[in-house]
């Protein structure tokens, strides 16, 4: 395949995957039940995680342009074993989240006939199975496919409903219809931080998770060293304004009470379109946003599989990892993890006391995202140090300060997020904190260390024929 025919991403595209992959309308209505101080805690992302993860992709992706994303970036600053493990984590907290926003995928389906299939478990399962086997069907059919599918999704199923939300809500507000909100002070911007609510911490710091995602696809882009600082920024502006404005449209409408955190972004199109009387928008919306999702799921579902298949493209697992097909898609680990995700969403529908449960391993999901972003903001700091002279169309500017305090802020913000995770949190009465926390270590190091284990069990002829000639 020649070189022009690999190199298919431009700037438009690489936003679109990282806008795709953090630009979640399923956020709006958990963080809608804050009112005007979700203004403050997205703040708080923002400046702790979201601009440093940003400045960090785009300094790392400029300097190494590599197949795999965080698994070279890591692997170019602490070797194999290290960026192995990143990667690692990075695909396997996937399998928990996975159910989440088939859910919200399913839940939002359910708008276009009737609202209360959600509560169905057979229709919300035979969704869930066709939106994840459909979405890992479109991974199979290579880079090109998926990222315009991509980019077609997340601009008419995430962007495309997140900006009509919000011109409904400030036609709304300014026809002077009812608000669910108070009046507007700033001291309700200001978020309360207490020992019940340091855990949500934890949540608002990786809603911007994934902003990582373009580097996973930096051999298929046409200009990096240029394209990728663009495409970072522009993301970064697309995903803060979008964010902002569009919980706080639905905060304007729908009381907390009444709030619905798996259908609530539908439930406030439902009170607009009917004060418009537009009921008729609502079926072709549910469309939309369930494209959204799919293209959410998506970018998720194939970037750590790529990082994944570069990982066994250099001999550290199994040749079914490495598998490929004619589209240059990783088989083997996109097939992998489409069944064990079918088994984890199985398990989270039809048995009752799993609820209890994934709690935890949601919160697992969490702490594995920690040490990857730990990993990579440390990279950032040693590369810096170890390869100065390496060319970096886009430098964090400020020099050896300016790299610190970027990635010293993102270090400590996951490090931080790390500890809290390990709290359970304020109605969860099931164990003690001692045996939350320990369950949560000792989860985690089960989803985190498969690496060791391959790397102890590597043998010659897990190692690719072209690769064992180069």
């Known amino acids: 395949m020649s070189d022009s025919k ?90 928990v989240w996975f159910p989440t926003v088939l859910a919200f995928i399913a839940s939002t389906f359910a708008y276009l006939f009737n609202p209360e299939l959600a509560n169905n478990n057979v229709f919300m399962f035979t969704v869930m199975m066709v939106a994840f086997w459909g979405t890992t069907a479109i991974g199979l059919m290579g880079e090109k496919v998926s990222s315009r599918f991509g980019s077609f999704g997340v601009v008419a199923g995430s962007i495309i409903p997140a900006v009509l939300i919000i011109i409904l809500g400030i036609v709304y507000i300014t026809g002077g219809k009812p608000l669910a909100l108070p009046a507007f002070t700033w001291s309700a911007v200001v978020p309360e931080i207490n020992m019940s609510t340091l855990p949500f911490i934890s949540t608002v710091v990786l809603l911007f998770a994934g902003m990582e995602m373009a580097g996973f696809h930096a051999l298929e882009v046409r200009n990096p060293q240029t394209d990728f600082p663009k495409a970072m920024a522009l993301s970064c502006v697309i995903i803060f304004a979008l964010t902002v404005i569009g919980t706080l449209a639905i905060a304007a409408v729908v009381p907390v009470g009444q709030l619905s955190l798996a259908a609530g972004l539908m439930q406030a199109f439902e009170i607009f379109l009917r004060a418009f009387n537009l009921e008729w928008l609502l079926a072709p919306l549910a469309v939309l946003v369930t494209l959204g999702g799919l293209a959410l799921l998506l970018s998720w579902l194939a970037g750590p599989a790529l990082g994944l298949g570069e990982v066994a493209a250099h001999g550290n697992m199994p040749p079914f990892f490495a598998k490929t097909n004619k589209n240059g898609a990783p088989t083997g680990v996109l097939i992998l993890q489409a069944v064990l995700g079918t088994a984890v969403s199985m398990l989270y529908l039809f048995i009752p006391s799993i609820s209890a449960a994934y709690w935890i391993l949601s919160a697992m999901t969490v702490l594995l995202l920690c040490i990857v972003y730990l990993m990579v903001f440390a990279s950032l700091i040693k590369l810096r140090y170890s390869s100065p002279n390496t060319i970096r169309a886009f430098k964090i500017p400020g020099g050896m300060p300016g790299i610190w305090l970027v990635g010293g802020t993102g270090f400590f913000a996951c490090l931080f997020t790390f500890v809290i995770s390990l709290l359970p949190p304020g109605n969860y009465e099931h164990i003690s904190t001692n045996e939350y926390a320990m369950i949560l270590i000792i989860g985690t190091a089960i989803l985190a260390l498969p690496p060791l284990v391959f790397l102890r069990l590597k043998k010659p002829g897990w190692m690719p024929i072209k690769k064992m000639e180069d």
């Open 6 to 95: 690999t190199k298919t991403l431009g700037v438009f595209a690489l936003a679109m995957i990282n806008v795709a992959a953090v630009l979640s309308l399923r956020n709006y209505p958990s963080m809608a039940t804050y009112g005007w101080s979700s203004i403050g805690w997205y703040l708080i992302g923002t400046i702790a995680f979201l601009i440093p993860l940003t400045l960090a992709g785009a300094e790392l992706a400029c300097g190494w342009p590599k197949g795999g994303g965080v698994y070279a970036w890591v692997r170019e600053a602490f070797g194999e074993k290290a960026g192995f493990i990143a990667i690692f984590c990075e695909w396997s907290n996937n399998l």
